[in-house]
């Protein structure tokens, strides 16, 4: 087990200003510099930023940022909601960290696919299975990593396995 240990800081809203959006930090007594690049080898959509020794993920509309002692999540919709999520990516930084021998860490800057190649290689049917009203929106968020591929059942029907190769190939 890596963390064992961190304080927890959640900053709510202030009244009256129209923010909706908690913002949660974990303060680590632990350095997790070493983990980022087995988190960057397998997390979806995340991107590691060697130089800065940071790594940014989006996971269910939260934004998330780890630092050598420090994990921050952002636009949150509630305190219990941003202690759950604390508590999830401590877990999963542990799994993580546990498992490194079966993982090669990837230490490149990992590129976001472009919307519209993304786009182009939808079905094009706008089904709505994937729970966006258009394939155009749905590309929209695959190409924030804000949804996964995996949403798209349509796409990995046997007709459709060039172009599922094809989102693969270009990091989807
Ligand atoms: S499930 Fe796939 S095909 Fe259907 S709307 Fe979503 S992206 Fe388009």
Redesign the pocket.
Known sequence: MLIEHYALDVFTPPDGTGAEKFTAIARLTTDISEALPYLNATLHGAVYQRAANALTWKKGGHHLTFHATQIAVGNVEDYDVALAEIDELIALINRTWDHRAEITPNYETRQRPPLMAIYKL?????????G?P??YA?AIKLAAAQTALA?????FEPHQAEKLAALQSIGC
Do not use: I, R, W
């Not at 949403?151 to 796409?155: D, K, S």
């Open positions: 939808l079905p094009h049917t706008n089904c709505q299975q994937c966006e258009t394939c749905f949403a798209c059942a349509p796409v």
